[in-house]
């Protein structure tokens, strides 16, 4: 079966982690991610000319941070931002995979699809450093959703998100209790999402990392997903 391509998983992953709002200035898509995070605050545009001044002020206007987003072969804004002294941060990669391939029925109360999420969920994603703007960028989210939270020796060990948009279901915010790592919880957390979003019809199972975040890349690698796109951001200052 043929992946997604890049376009679709970046359509998905904006669908199923969507900014407050968005808006078309001078060829540029400007967010207000109403501090949810870089994905939801970043702007981004397909013409490698469009002017950084006006985007920089249009960020500035909604109190944010000047932030881009620059997709895998842009080289041409990359080399103007690092003119104007932007530097890379956090280069991420998408994987994919048929969600066939993935689902798999979670044993016995290991794992529960929910809406909206437990308060035990919101303390495992806070103590993760997912705080009360991401878990609103959640809630933001169209379409078929959930919650997921993940038991492991008779306790809560782990909480995710999962989103359907388009026959994608792109998985978020993975966090697992740091005493309950290296136990399955993320592997049992992957394969429950893909048996739920398989349920709602979809097709495909995907997520954005970070290139550095080795553990969970070979959890990725080892479970069959595929880097189908890249991407990473450009900012001023720490």
């Given amino acids: ?3 997604p391509d890049p376009d679709a998983l970046f359509a998905a992953l904006e669908g199923t982690w969507p900014a407050l709002s968005h808006k078309a200035v001078s060829g540029w898509i400007i967010r207000d991610g109403a501090g949810g995070g870089k994905r939801v605050s970043a702007a981004t545009t397909t013409d490698e000319g469009a002017s950084i001044e006006e985007a920089e002020a249009a960020m500035r206007a909604l109190s944010q941070a000047p932030l881009f987003m620059l ?3 842009q080289t041409l804004l990359q080399d103007r931002l690092a003119v104007h002294g932007y530097r890379c941060v956090d280069p991420s990669v998408i994987y994919a995979a048929p969600i066939a391939a993935i689902a798999q029925e979670p044993p016995a109360i290991s794992l529960y699809p929910v809406w909206p999420p437990l308060a035990i969920m919101r303390r495992i994603w806070a103590d993760g450093g997912i705080g009360a703007a991401r878990v609103q960028v959640m809630s933001r989210a169209r379409g ?4 997921l939270i993940a038991r492991s020796q ?3 060990a782990g909480a995710a998100f999962c989103a359907v948009h388009d026959g994608i279901a792109m998985v978020h915010a993975v966090e697992v209790a740091p005493a309950l790592r290296r136990k399955g919880v993320a592997r049992n957390i992957l ?3 893909a048996f739920w979003a398989q349920a ?3 097709q495909w199972l995907a997520l954005a990392v970070t290139e550095a975040n080795a553990p969970a890349r070979a959890l990725y690698d080892a479970l069959g997903m595929q880097v189908m796109a890249q991407y990473s951001y450009r900012q ?3």
């Fill in 144 to 147: 078929p959703k959930a919650g």
């Fill in 200 to 202: 709602q019809g979809a």
């Fill in 154 to 156: 008779d306790r809560a």
């Fill in 236 to 238: 001023k200052g720490d």
């Fill in 191 to 193: 394969q429950g999402a």
């Fill in 1 to 3: 079966m043929t992946l």
């Fill in 71 to 73: 997709r895998a072969g």
